[in-house]
């Protein structure tokens, strides 16, 4: 689930692939901006099935983030 889970960051983020990896930090990627983040936690919950509420989503800084939000 976490290769899923980088793999859709790099897609929707538009990154080349190998460009993610589990302890990369958001403000490392210029893509990921704020509108790369909601773009992201949309991205996961329609196509992963994964829940991020508002107050988690303001919480992730990085990948470890997601998966430790989306306990995985």
Not at 10 to 39: F, N, R, Y
Not at 44 to 57: D, H, N, T, V, Y
């Amino acid at each position: 689930m976490r290769e899923k889970v980088i793999l859709l960051i790099e897609e929707i983020l538009e990154l080349e692939p190998g460009t993610i990896k589990e302890d990369t930090v958001a403000a490392d990627i210029a893509e990921w901006d704020s509108l790369g983040q909601i773009m992201v936690i949309g991205a996961l919950e329609e196509k992963l099935g994964l829940s991020i509420s508002l107050e988690q989503a303001l919480q992730i800084k990085s990948v470890k983030d997601i998966f430790t939000l989306a306990d995985i």
